[in-house]
């Protein structure tokens, strides 16, 4: 495809997303994050032209980049402050850090990766673009990173199989934590509160991510 009618598809395929997200997400400020994110950046180049599609897309090592409808609705019910402490777990290619970087000006993001060379790469681009409010952890046994918390809001971004505790005490109280919940094929899409009592929780929709292997998670083998 040539250059100019690769930038006009994607203008097109562009207009075409945000006005259909537009009929679900209700935050302003989560859109205009969103807009202000080049996703076509955070693809592999040959799937670059499907950029804006509202589909999940294949990066690599058996990982996808998320939906942009599912990365919306789980940035929107975060409700960030720009001074929020967040914690990404699975940085995949650094898309939604990208996303949640843009909400959070004036803090950091901490998104971890189990896959070293796809933490690499997110490094990079991150990098790359400007997003330097981001820090990129290769992931250790410890679920999450502890070290570097307490956290306002938390974004797991693969499956796993039950709410992990680990994760939940490293929210601060009144942390927001998203995070897919189910078995390996399908999951339901959870925001959990931290409260002074334990945590309460709100359904979100069915998902569906890649499983998050470890520790309070998926084996790594069947």
Known sequence: MADREFGKKLQSDRRALFISLRRFIRSQAVLKAMERVPRELFVPIADRANAYMDIALAIGEGQTISQPYIVALIT??????????????GAGSGYQAAVLA????????????LIRSLAQRARETLGRNGYMNVIVEDATEILGCPERGPYEAIVVSAAVPSLSPSLIAQLTVGGRMVVPVG?????????????GEGVSLRMLGPCRFVPLLGREAFPTSL
């Open 183 to 195: 078995d390996r094929d399908q999951q339901e899409l959870i925001c959990v509160l931290r409260t």
């Open 76 to 89: 929107e019910a975060l409700r960030l402050q720009p001074t929020d402490r967040v914690l990404e777990v």
């Open 102 to 113: 843009e909400l959070v000006p004036d803090s950091k993001i901490v998104t971890v990766e």
